[in-house]
């Protein structure tokens, strides 16, 4: 939906213990881009899913998600519940 930003996982299908978290306004196409192999830390899993992706109005909120999700606290969040 235009206007949003969205925090994002992505699953490896090749390597499924291999998840991806990012932000983007664009989310179809940014997922293209690493199924492309155009994102070069994502490059040797491809293809990847989504797992999950939370839509924000404020760009500030979803690059702190992002960061959270990053994080040692996130990652754990990321675990038990994806």
């Given at each position: 939906?235009?206007?949003?930003?969205?925090?994002?996982?992505?699953q490896s299908?090749?390597?499924?213990d291999k998840h991806y978290t990012g932000?983007?306004?664009a989310l179809h196409e940014r997922l293209a881009e690493h199924n492309d192999r155009k994102v070069p830390y994502t490059s040797k899993f491809a293809p990847?899913?989504?797992r999950t992706a939370t839509a924000f109005r404020n760009k500030e909120?979803?690059?702190?998600?992002?960061?959270?999700?990053?994080?040692g606290s996130g990652k754990a969040f990321l675990q038990r519940h994806l």
């Open positions: 939906m235009k206007g949003y930003h969205y925090v994002y996982t992505l299908i090749s390597f499924p932000q983007t306004q990847w899913i989504i909120r979803a690059i702190a998600f992002e960061r959270y999700l990053k994080s």
